[in-house]
């Protein structure tokens, strides 16, 4: 469940992930998410399809912690860390639809788009040494939205979004029975399983500008998405060990978990080397530095009234560029991408928790679109390289120190009608 630095994954749309350079020049439906200003590219009705697919290939280790011994028999390497533990599943699914109409010609334009800019989850191994700190995991967000843009002249167009959002969350995992320093295990067992569940339905809603000088050889676009307070409210459940006072025994009751989507902030450029030649570069920056902490309020159960897990988030951003190749008089209806990333984690290490695993990363970006008629097709593949720290001084409970190593390969495909 390693995401990029923001809570949404960008890898939506060809020109994105085969260029990694979209926001100066959205030339695609999928401006609805990185800059809607870009729906002034595009004429008449068109109808447009995409699906990601992303899968990620890692592995921890984890480091004992004060009286880990005792919940944990598996032996400890001679570099003081438990055997590796790798995901059985660990996938992305990226999809999106958007139909867009130019309403006024050259002027006014508007889509429908539903989208998911984020379905993400890893389970691990029941009896996996990870199994404190997840077993099975997945966060979901559909939304459906609505976006608008004027062209106000032949260099100046402009753009908004704005739409409702499902955030679905789920997780499970052997409850650790210390809490708040507490020895809970004569009751729970060491071996009882906690399963949180939680959703909100929100509003959401981005704006966006892009430039056009130069007879729109070189376009520059912006666009900023606003901040989001969520509070996932569900069933969450503790059911005892078989080691405890009153094995199965079952807790059932009610979950309000708080999770923070942040403000973020686009900016893009993109110039026309030659007629055949495109080059661009983009800057994403999230705001968390007020992501200070989640919490899970807690009720019905008694003894455990709130979950508390430290975060201490700072700003993260992404750096990326790519070229475009197209109009080549040997394939004139081909275009050609490459492109690259570098994304900085908002998670300071010591904070990090493998339920909401974020590292810093590098990824690759290749594709290509091809025109035939009224139809525009896209395939595209990027590869991320994550940067996984060796953790020590973790303040989380219990203690995630850990060292690792992942991939994540991410093949999208995409289709464009004109109607």
């Not at 469940?1 to 923001?6: R, V």
């Not at 739409?163 to 004569?186: E, Q």
């Not at 190593?405 to 995409?414: A, L, Q, R, Y």
């Amino acid at each position: 469940m390693a995401d990029a630095g923001g809570f949404g994954v960008p890898e939506l749309g060809a020109r994105r992930t085969g260029m990694a350079a979209t926001i100066g020049r959205p030339d695609e439906p999928s401006a609805v998410f990185h800059n809607p200003a870009g729906l002034t590219l595009g004429h008449g009705w068109r109808a447009y399809v995409s699906l990601g697919l992303a899968k990620l290939s890692t592995e921890f280790q984890l480091r004992p912690w004060v009286d880990s011994e005792l919940y944990l028999d598996d032996p400890v390497d001679g570099d003081g860390y438990y055997p590796a533990a790798r995901p059985t599943r660990a996938a992305a699914v990226l999809p999106m639809i958007v139909v867009t109409k130019e309403l006024v010609p050259d002027r006014w334009f508007a889509a429908a788009a539903l989208y998911v800019p984020n379905a993400t989850g890893a389970k691990f191994e029941d009896d996996a040494v990870t199994r404190y700190h997840l077993i099975d995991g997945y966060i979901v967000a559909p939304l459906f939205e609505l976006s608008a843009a004027y062209r106000a002249s032949e260099v100046w167009s402009f753009g908004a979004s704005a739409g409702i959002m499902n955030v679905r969350l789920h997780g499970f995992r052997n409850l650790y029975p210390v809490l708040m320093g507490a020895d809970l295990s004569n009751l729970f067992g060491s071996n009882a399983t906690l399963t949180i569940d939680g959703s909100d339905w929100v509003p959401g809603w981005r704006l966006g500008v892009l430039a056009q000088p130069l007879g729109g050889r070189l376009s520059l676009g912006a666009s900023v998405t606003g901040r989001i307070d969520l509070q996932l409210r569900g069933p969450i459940e503790i059911v005892y060990g078989d080691d405890a006072a009153d094995p199965g025994n079952v807790l059932a009751g009610t979950a309000t978990t708080e999770l923070l989507l942040p403000w973020t902030f686009h900016a893009g450029a993109n110039y026309d080397v030659t007629r055949q030649l495109e080059v661009g570069a983009e800057l994403r920056y999230y705001l968390y530095r007020q992501y200070d902490r989640q919490r899970t309020e807690i009720e019905d159960i008694f003894l455990i009234t709130e979950l508390v897990t430290e975060k201490n988030y700072r700003d993260s951003y992404q750096l990326s560029g790519g070229v475009r190749v197209h109009d080549l008089a040997v394939a004139p209806a081909l275009e050609l991408m490459l492109g690259g990333h570098w994304d900085r984690t908002p998670a300071p290490p010591q904070t990090v928790t493998l339920d909401q695993p974020t590292f810093s990363h590098a990824g690759l970006h290749t594709g290509l679109r091809y025109t035939h008629g009224r139809h525009r097709f896209g395939a595209t593949y990027v590869h991320y390289w994550y940067d996984i720290p060796t953790i020590e001084g973790s303040v989380t409970e219990p203690a995630s120190n850990v060292r690792g190593d992942g991939v994540n390969d991410i093949v999208s495909v995409s289709m464009e009608t004109s109607l």
